[in-house]
Each structure stands twice: as C-alpha cells, then as structure tokens.
C-alpha cells in the first residue's frame, strides 16, 4: 500500500506541474551501423536548443563510468553542448540543483535505480524536471527510470534497489529495445510481448509503450509525439495492442493511467 500511496502522490504533484515537462526519451544510444546517440543527434540538438549550455550526465548504469562520462561528453561536446558528470561531483544533489539539463544513459536499469536512491538524487531530479522544466533526457535504462517504475525492463536485477518505483516523470512505463516476435525462429522462450502481457495480469499496473530501437517519445507539457524511425506498439491492460507510427499524438497517455 505504501508504494501505492507514493505513486498517486506523485502522480498528483505531476498533474499540477508537468505544463513545465520536457522530456526526450530515447530506446536505445546506439542504432545498428550508426555511433553512439547518432541517430538521434538532430532531435538532441532540437530539444536542448540553444539555451542550455551544459548538461549533467548521469553514468550510473555503468560500472566504468569515468569511460561512459568521456563517451557522452565527447559526443556532447561535438553537438555544441559541455557535460558535467554527477559521478565528479562532491555532492551529487546539489549537482542537480544546479543542473541546466540532465541526461540519464543506458545500462543497466537495477544498478541505475539503485545508485539514484543511494544518492539521494529521485526525488531532486522529479522536482527540477517537473516544477522547474529543467529538459530531461534518458536512453536505454535511462529512458526506463524515467518513468513510474522499472518493472519492465529487460535487463538482470543485477543489484537490488530499495524500490522499483522510478522518477514518475510520466503516468507510464516504457519498454525500450521492444523486439517483436521473429515467427522463423527456433527460440521457445517468452517473447517480449509475452511478457508485458503478464506484467498486466497483475492489478493496477500502468500502460506499457513498447520503444522499437530507432524511436523515441517527446514530450512537452501535456504533450506527447512519438519521433524516429520506427512505430511503437503500446499496451493497456485488458485492450488489445495498438501500433502507432511516427509522428503520433500520444498525448492522451499523459492525461492519467489508461
């Protein structure tokens, strides 16, 4: 009950901010025969815009992470943008506080969540991004601790977090990499739709927007458009799947839980 209570706080505490929101969340840093955020290189520089000057990359879902801070430092600073590591940081809060623009990468979600709590940081990031529209940007993992919890996820609980509840950005949970099913393979295990279909057995679980690799969500206030290559299929407990393409208005997912 107590997760439960967090969750329509914050969902409440949403409902009277997120006209600030601005989010770019990605499926993946790396697109098959591209670099690293390549893909969506034009989208970053488009959403960050001119205004801001510097950015604070999160590394967390990393074990190196002065290696991972250099590759996202490195592309950043090719796009016109310099990058602050938390991971350098005396105080990671005030950190970000101070922040003119995060960036949370891919890696592994557990680990991830996990560092967040440690650090004191959830709550601090959920208050700049939706009371004071600090722009937010999360690939991958990244992408997943944005959202209400990390329950679907694909990766291993490699370390267990004090919660799965995540930063409550938006009233949803997201799937990035959704794969769909290949009916020429010989694998029997689940398929990822499979999965998400059980996670919506149990009661009171949020829609899950499946991110094929190549897509990406962007919000702004109340609104969200679905960008990149590649549809996006999304999953309402007791509906049928839907498939959305590029350029969808999938706004009505932010009004409250579907």
């Known amino acids: 009950m107590?997760?439960?209570k967090e969750r329509k706080k914050e969902r409440d505490?949403?409902?009277?901010?997120?006209?600030?929101?601005?989010?770019?969340?990605?499926?993946?840093s790396t697109l098959h025969g591209?670099?690293?955020?390549?893909?969506?290189?034009q989208q970053i520089k488009d959403f960050f815009g001119k205004g801001v000057k510097r950015i604070l990359f999160i590394p967390y879902a990393l074990c190196d992470r002065d290696g991972y801070a250099k590759i996202a430092r490195d592309k950043f600073n090719s796009l016109g943008y310099e990058v602050d590591s938390i991971h350098e940081a005396s105080d990671p809060v005030e950190a970000v506080r101070k922040a003119q623009g995060i960036f949370i990468?891919?890696?592994?979600?557990?680990?991830?969540l996990k560092c967040l709590y440690d650090n004191n940081v959830l709550s601090e990031i959920n208050k700049r991004v939706l009371?004071?529209?600090?722009p937010y940007m999360g690939s991958s993992a990244g992408t997943n601790v944005s959202t209400v919890s990390i329950?679907?996820?694909?990766?291993?609980?490699?370390?267990?977090?004090?919660?799965?509840?995540?930063?409550g950005l938006v009233p949803f949970n997201i799937n990035p990499h959704f794969l769909d099913t290949d009916p020429n393979s010989r694998?029997?295990?689940?398929?990822?739709?499979?999965?998400?279909?059980?996670?919506?057995?149990?009661?009171?679980?949020?829609?899950?927007?499946?991110l094929r690799e190549g897509s990406m969500l962007l919000v702004e206030g109340n609104k969200a458009t679905l960008l990149g290559t590649c549809k996006a299929r999304l999953f309402i407990r007791g509906k049928p799947t839907t498939e959305y393409e590029s350029g969808s208005d999938?706004?009505?997912l932010l009004t409250d839980r579907q």
């Not at 329950?151 to 995540?166: E, G, H, L, Q």
């Open 2 to 4: 107590g997760e439960k």
């Open 13 to 28: 505490e949403n409902e009277r901010t997120d006209m600030k929101r601005r989010l770019l969340l990605v499926s993946n």
């Open 34 to 41: 591209g670099g690293y955020l390549e893909h969506c290189q």
């Open 105 to 112: 990468g891919g890696g592994n979600t557990f680990r991830l």
């Open 131 to 134: 009371q004071d529209g600090v």
């Open 151 to 167: 329950n679907t996820t694909n990766d291993m609980p490699i370390v267990y977090p004090p919660s799965f509840t995540a930063i």
């Open 187 to 210: 694998h029997m295990g689940e398929t990822r739709e499979q999965r998400i279909i059980q996670y919506h057995e149990e009661p009171d679980m949020p829609s899950v927007l499946g």
């Open 250 to 252: 999938l706004s009505f």
